[in-house]
């Protein structure tokens, strides 16, 4: 039982959910009604107007009404909205037991002690039928949810069941009701509006309670004979199912479980007990000490029951709703039903993978609890609270979703909480003995771990570390090196959420957010007056949690705020960018779509990003007043201001933010003397002198004036101010001024003139103007002061001010804290951390277990023997058959280091490539040189290695990789092979991966094309040449690749040929007869077709130039032939014009381009067709027979004319 | 700290500063009084500072060994088995590393015999490691070393050993390589290269990187004679060094003889 709410009162008789809001009415033995808030945990209302017990409440299921009946015999309708008493139904004589709204038809039923039930219309208000038949209390009559039948329960043993059909047809508006009371008296003996169906007779004492199954035709009875009774009926009868005992002691509340298949009862032996509903067996039974229980009730929308006893209520749930999931990069795996699904939040795909064993019914709540998930082994664990807590493990077959019914072998065991910490590690935890057990993927252990403290729960933190979660604290354990890793106290911690960076963590309890570090350093703490359901991080490392009703943020500084509320609790899976995905209690998947700016607003804010802020602040409407006083709040005044547009406010938050300039026109605008005088203060506070005088003028302050001119030392108005206060009459201003511009004279005029003369007089005197002095004294009459003698005085001038004029030099400090500043505080301290994990690593290396060494020492040495047996029937092993004479003697007996024998070195993999392939290429990579050469020269005549020798030593350096191993001690190399599958057998050698492919020279080709193209000829020869002497290494797989590679070499041989007839060319200038042969002989190589054409417009405006039109105009027809460009086109068609009209051949050529020919190698001479020649073995190119037996001039590798077998490039070749 | 756990955690410390290069301090800070696993630590330093130093050093360490008292130290036995991997007597090495003792020696005896290509062998001393504690660091490199030497599916392992390692500690060149090489066998060059420019990132001078380097660099079909160049200034007397001179003979050589 899971509660959720619970209240301390008198008892409670009668309970009713409300079918939206999260309420619940509580009608109590003392008269009081009470509307509880049962989310909140409040108390909403109080309604006391009933005299004595109320034993019967209901909700109307949309009207803001409820009705209740108690002792008093009244029935009332309220009014919750209104807090009040709408009308009371009188009419029964006794003890109202239960009252109930239609839940469609205007009417009230209600049972009494007066042994009938009564049917009312609550809007006539008045009585429509009386339902007489019990000979004994009625103690519960209740309507069907859905057909027009009645089903009421009384001490006379029996069960009723009414059928009110009649009065449905009947009473269609009130006015008929308000007739037909007349009518009822007569009715009240056999009357025809409700009959009784079926009296259902099986009880041994009273029946208290009676109810409908919601959609099935049954009702479940509870008795004073402890009995539960279950009845079915049909169209013409009813009779009893079967009886359900445990109870001990009168049953007094039972009913059928709206979404479930159970019943639940409760009585007044203090329990409840659930039962099911098709086994009818027990499950489950829930005690309270003292309390007996009166009443139960079932909320008609969710999964929430409410058991009234003696001292309260509470409202309780019997599972658990939560879904477990896991989510793993793109997908969410979870639990749903008996199916493990998958969900890829990318195409919101959701799949069954694979079914799961059943929870057993036996008891309840025993569904999945957690799930974890291990993508790289693709291996699920589900933890359940079966036996106590236990765990199942199910590897995901990987080729195809298992969609069948069977259910999947599934290794478990037992355990508080079971979690993936490696790929192919998990903890366990046992909490009996508080220890971790990490097993592998077999679910054998292979560690065991003592826990540091008491803990109940433990999750995931990072590869080989455990969060464990205590009462009041949770750790991060290392698994490895034993230590904590970090500490926190958090109370009563039930989900951790990882930030997919694994640097931040969200503790959630019912109530509180913790948010931590990686080490788990406090940063912030949430409290929250709602359940806390679930949370998940945004990218920009906000948390988005969700409460029951509603979805908020929580910064990285601890700020949070609402984003939307929801109408059902959901469970965030992920968030990505706008969008939450998150799963229902149902299992559902949704995905909502939230609106970020706020939050994302103040996370700019906040990671001083003021280019995001001012553009938010320009493209959205983020006004209001909880904004700016946010930024006010946070100390962000200056932001603020960007928003406001109320002067006031402005210029509040100029000043905040000292502003001065703002302020200043905020303050013109307003223009009122206070705003002017903090104006002042603020100016002054910054030194800004010219705007403190400005204020202070604005304001007419001229005391404060005048000490700013004194201060600064502006002189000049400050004997402007003296005049002015001469003018305004203004004595105390004058003499001051005087005072400060150490005018004398002045001061004794104003001391005179204000009638203080022995003033003025002593004033004179001390400063020596005696004439004055004299003249005051006449004015005296000698009657004048006597001056202090033996001190002597000077004049006190006011100090020249450091600073005259001009303002004070402000440091720019906003710019500097909104770069940097904060940020740098905030990395250093997780660096510290890692310098300390630092430190402590390696020490683990020092296991030293003698046991184990002596028995690994003796299981080696006996398991030799095995070894090589095994090694016979490994297959690829063939150098094993010599085995060493030595394993035979019985080693185990002796000392260790004198007899111990080496195992003979094994074939390297290279070795096995060599005796494996007759492809040159593979033979290189093997460092097989000599082989290598063999090879091509046998196959393709190749003679001159000199060339290929670069080629050979990357062959050989790429073929091992170089693993770095013990420190300090040499490093392994490995042979990497070609054809790497994930489903490759180890142990089974591959040929090596060459250097060189097929592809990397299809690339060649085309930069060879393009460096043609661009003319540039030696680039150009230099690539084709290249390509040319990569081929004899090349091995390609398929005999297609085999006759691409072939074609490969005839296009290239073209090219070089070609291109070293054009370069020769280029060094015989002054031969023109052979210029214009080797340009006619360039036409003739094999090229594509943009460099045919350049080679026949090349070759065309030779021999025009030559004055050999024939020859030209060939070229120009066949250039023509080539689809050239305009330009070149038209070029042609004049030589053709201009050959026409004078057909003549200037030079003799050694060129006829009627009779095919081909073109020697090496001596660039036509050999026409039936003239004998000589060709080259690999790349096929012709040679006058002179040159037999050189190397070969274009490939430069093979000797000319000799035999060969010809490439070899695949293995299928051999095949 | 006892005695003992005082000279192992100095032999640690001389151990790191060996595999940092810094042999020079190791063999000015060990003075003649040091207990034996440290004057073992001495002689390795003293092994790789020079190859002047080889003979004199391998007829110590044989003394020590045959010596009956100090023989049978662990971290001699160790020191041994490195010196006689450097010199690739293999039979010499197993010989004081065959009975294990610590996790290190075990360690050692795996990859003495995958350098004899003997897998069957690394596996066998594997399967004691993993007895002892299969969640060992040196079981899971050593399982990482195996499942590379065998190949084929064992690979992907592989990776995921080092990966674990990578989410685990913080990246060394040593994880970095490992991950690139399993790239490498597994087809994956791009991937390797930037796992080894990362490596090289942090240590510009790692020969391992280096190497690794040039072989990643030849299957791209980039350009890879500055890292070979980088080793050959910095490491001449690397593997791949010595392969390339060596292959550089044998092609001469074959050229005679075609």
Same mark, same amino acid.
């Given at each position: ?1215 | ?39 073992? +630590?001495? #002689? ?6 020079? $190859?002047?130093?080889?003979?004199? &050093?391998?007829?110590? %360490?044989? /003394? ?47 990859? +003495?015999? #995958? ?6 062998? $690394?596996?066998?001393?594997?399967? &004691?490691?993993?007895? %002892?504690? /299969? ?124």
């Amino acid at each position: 039982m899971l509660t959720k709410f619970e209240t301390k009162s008198n008892r409670v008789k009668g309970l009713s959910f409300h079918s939206k809001r999260p309420w619940i009415l509580a009608s109590l033995h003392s008269g009081v009604i009470q509307l509880w808030d049962y989310r909140m945990g409040t108390l909403i209302d109080r309604f006391e107007e009933h005299d004595g017990p109320v034993r019967g409440v209901n909700f109307h299921k949309s009207q803001p009404l409820f009705v209740s009946g108690g002792d008093d015999y009244k029935i009332k309708v309220w009014n919750y909205k209104l807090h009040r008493c709408l009308f009371t139904l009188l009419g029964h004589l006794d003890y109202i037991r239960t009252v109930q709204f239609h839940h469609e038809s205007p009417w009230i039923v209600s049972a009494s002690d007066d042994q009938t039930i009564r049917i009312w219309n609550w809007q006539s208000r008045t009585c429509i039928s009386v339902l007489t038949g019990h000979n004994h209390y009625v103690m519960c009559a209740l309507f069907h949810p859905k057909e027009d039948l009645v089903v009421s329960a009384s001490l006379d043993q029996t069960v009723r069941v009414w059928d009110i059909g009649v009065l449905r047809k009947k009473s269609v508006s009130p006015a008929d009701d308000i007739l037909r009371l007349g009518q009822m008296n007569t009715d009240f003996f056999g009357g025809v509006d409700a009959v009784v169906k079926y009296v259902l007779e099986g009880h041994d004492r009273g029946v208290n309670w009676a109810s409908f199954h919601p959609t099935l035709p049954l009702i479940v009875s509870g008795a004073d004979d402890r009995q539960i009774k279950i009845w079915r009926m049909n169209d013409s009868k009813a009779w009893e199912v079967d009886t359900l005992r445990g109870h001990m002691n009168n049953v007094s509340s039972v009913l059928f479980h709206s979404r479930q298949d159970i019943i639940v009862s409760n009585s007044e032996d203090k329990s409840i007990r659930v039962w099911d509903a098709t086994k009818r067996t027990a499950l489950q039974t829930f005690r309270r000490e003292h309390d007996r229980f009166w009443i139960l009730c079932c909320h008609p929308e969710m999964n929430l029951l409410a058991a009234g006893h003696d001292s309260g209520m509470i409202v309780f749930k019997l599972e658990r709703e939560r879904p477990a999931f896991s989510v793993s990069n793109n997908s969410l795996y979870y639990v749903k039903d008996r199916f493990l699904q998958l969900y890829e939040y990318s195409t919101q795909k959701d799949t069954q993978i694979i079914p799961i064993r059943r929870p057993g019914s036996a008891t309840l709540n025993q569904g999945p609890k957690t799930l974890s998930y291990s993508p790289t082994e693709n291996a699920v664990l589900i933890c359940s609270d079966v036996d106590g807590g236990s765990y199942e493990l199910y590897i995901i077959p990987k080729d195809s979703f298992n969609k069948g019914d069977t259910v999947h072998e599934a290794k478990r065991g037992v355990g508080g909480s079971a979690v993936f910490v490696a790929r192919n590690r998990f903890a366990v935890l046992e909490k009996s003995t508080n220890q971790v057990l990490v097993k592998n993927l077999k679910n054998e252990i292979v560690k065991k771990s003592a826990l540091p403290i008491v803990t109940d729960a433990i999750f995931y933190a990072g590869t080989g570390n455990l969060l464990c979660k205590a009462e009041d604290r949770v750790i991060i354990f290392d698994l490895q090196q034993r230590m904590i890793l970090g500490d926190l106290q958090a109370s009563f911690v039930r989900y951790v959420v990882w930030s997919s960076d694994m640097e931040t963590v969200a503790l959630l309890s019912k109530h509180s957010i913790i948010i931590a570090d990686k080490r788990l350093v406090h940063r912030c703490t949430l409290h929250e007056t709602i359940r806390v359901k679930s949370g998940s991080w945004d990218d920009n490392g906000v948390f988005i949690y969700t409460t029951l009703t509603h979805i908020k943020y929580c910064l990285p500084n601890g700020d949070c705020g609402i984003i939307k509320t929801v109408d059902v609790p959901v469970y965030i899976t992920k968030i990505s960018g706008n969008n939450i995905f998150c799963l229902d209690r149902d299992g559902k998947n949704r995905s909502i779509v939230i609106d970020a700016t706020e939050y994302l607003f103040k996370l700019s804010l906040l990671k001083k990003r003021y280019d995001h802020v001012m553009s938010m602040i320009r493209n959205s409407e983020l006004c209001g007043q909880a904004m700016i006083a946010y930024l006010q709040q946070k100390g962000f005044p200056e932001v603020a201001l960007h928003f406001v547009k109320d002067e006031r406010t402005r210029f509040n938050l100029a000043l905040e933010s000292g502003n001065i300039q703002i302020a200043v026109a905020s303050a013109k605008e307003i223009d009122e003397k206070d705003h002017w005088y903090k104006l002042g203060v603020e100016a002054l506070r910054q030194g800004n002198s010219g705007i403190v005088e400005y204020a202070y003028q604005r304001t007419k302050n001229f005391e404060r004036l005048s000490f700013l001119y004194l201060i600064t030392g502006n002189l000049d108005k400050l004997s402007k101010m003296m005049k002015i206060a001469e003018v305004k009459n203004d004595v105390m201003g004058q003499f001051h001024n005087a005072l400060y511009l150490g005018d004398v004279k002045e001061r004794v005029k104003i001391l005179e003139n204000a009638g203080h003369l022995p003033l003025a007089y002593v004033t004179a005197k001390t400063h020596g103007l005696n004439d004055i002095a004299e003249g005051l004294a006449d004015k005296l009459e000698r009657n004048v002061p006597v001056l202090p003698s033996g001190r002597s005085h000077s004049l006190l001038i006011p100090p020249t001010p450091v600073l005259c004029g001009g303002d004070w030099p402000l440091l720019r400090v906003m710019k500097g804290i909104f770069e940097g500043g904060l940020d740098s505080v905030g990395r250093d301290a997780p660096e510290e951390y890692e310098d300390a994990a630092d430190a402590d690593w390696g020490e683990d290396l020092d296991i030293v277990d003698v046991e184990n060494i002596q028995n690994g020492d003796v299981s080696m040495v006996s398991e030799n023997d095995e070894a090589h047996e095994e090694n016979e029937e490994g297959g690829w092993d063939l150098e094993d058959l010599e085995l060493p004479v030595d394993v035979e003697t019985p080693r185990a007996t002796t000392a260790r280091s004198s007899v111990f024998v080496a195992p003979t070195p094994g074939m390297p993999v290279s070795q096995i490539w060599v005796q494996k392939s007759s492809l040159a290429g593979e033979h290189a990579a093997a460092g097989n040189f000599d082989t290598a050469m063999r090879l091509l020269n046998r196959q393709l005549g190749i003679k001159n290695f000199k060339p290929l020798k670069s080629f050979f030593l990357d062959l050989h350096t790429g073929s091992h990789t170089h693993l770095p191993t013990f420190p300090s001690s040499p490093i392994i190399s490995l042979a990497i092979e070609r054809g790497w599958s994930e489903s490759a057998s180890p142990n089974v050698r591959n040929p090596p991966a060459l250097v060189f492919s097929f592809s990397q020279l299809e690339d060649k080709l085309k930069a060879g094309y393009k460096a043609t193209t661009a003319g540039k000829f030696t680039e150009a020869l230099r690539v084709f040449m290249s390509i040319l002497h990569t081929i004899p290494l090349i091995v390609v797989e398929t005999r297609r690749e085999v006759d691409e590679v072939k074609e490969l070499v005839i296009i290239v041989k073209e090219y070089v040929l070609g291109l070293q007839m054009e370069l020769k060319r280029r060094e015989v200038k002054d031969d023109p007869v052979r210029q214009l042969e080797l340009a006619a002989y360039f036409t003739h190589c094999n090229l594509q077709l943009p460099h045919l054409r350049l080679a026949l417009v090349n070759a065309m405006s030779l021999c025009f130039k030559a004055g050999n039109l024939i020859t030209a105009s060939n070229f120009a027809r066949r250039l023509l032939e080539a689809n050239p460009a305009e330009a070149h086109a038209q070029k042609a068609r004049s030589v053709i014009q201009a050959a026409e009209r004078n057909m003549r051949d200037a030079i003799q050529l050694n060129y006829d381009f009627r009779n095919p020919f081909v073109v020697c190698g090496a001596t660039y001479v036509s050999i026409y067709r039936g003239q004998k020649d000589v060709l080259c073995p690999y790349c096929g190119s012709h040679f006058v027979v002179s040159q037999e037996g050189e190397i070969c001039a274009v490939c430069n590798l093979s000797v000319v004319g000799s035999d060969a077998s010809g490439l070899l490039c695949s293995p299928a070749q051999i095949r | 700290m006892s005695e003992e756990d005082a000279i192992e955690r100095d032999c640690l410390i001389y151990r790191s500063y060996i595999a940092l290069g810094s042999y020079q301090l190791v063999i000015h800070e060990i003075d003649s009084s040091a207990a034996t696993p440290l004057q073992a +630590v001495k #002689l390795l330093a003293l092994y790789l500072l020079s $190859a002047d130093n080889k003979e004199t &050093v391998i007829s110590s %360490i044989r /003394e020590w060994l045959s010596d009956a008292a100090i023989g049978n130290n662990l971290i001699l036995r160790l020191i041994a088995g490195i010196i006689f991997m450097h010199e690739q007597d293999y039979n010499e090495v197993l010989k004081y590393t065959n009975a294990g003792g610590t996790m290190e020696l075990n360690a050692l005896n795996v990859q +003495v015999f #995958l350098k004899m290509h003997r897998s069957d062998y $690394a596996e066998k001393q594997l399967r &004691v490691m993993q007895q %002892i504690d /299969e969640d060992h660091t040196l079981t899971q490199l050593a399982t990482a070393w195996l499942n590379l030497a065998v190949g084929g599916s064992k690979i992907q392992e592989a990776y995921l050993i080092f990966q674990d390692f990578s989410e685990k500690y913080q990246m060394t060149s040593l994880i970095l390589n490992g991950k690139a090489v399993c790239c490498m066998h597994m087809g994956n060059f791009d991937e390797a290269e930037s796992f080894l420019l990362e490596a090289l990132n942090k240590d510009a001078k790692d020969p391992e990187t280096l190497a690794n380097l040039v072989v990643c660099c030849l299957h791209l079909g980039k350009p890879s004679s500055r890292f070979l160049s980088q080793l050959k200034l910095s490491h001449p007397e690397h593997m791949l060094v010595k392969r390339v001179s060596a292959a550089e003979e044998s092609f001469d050589r074959a050229v005679q003889t075609v």
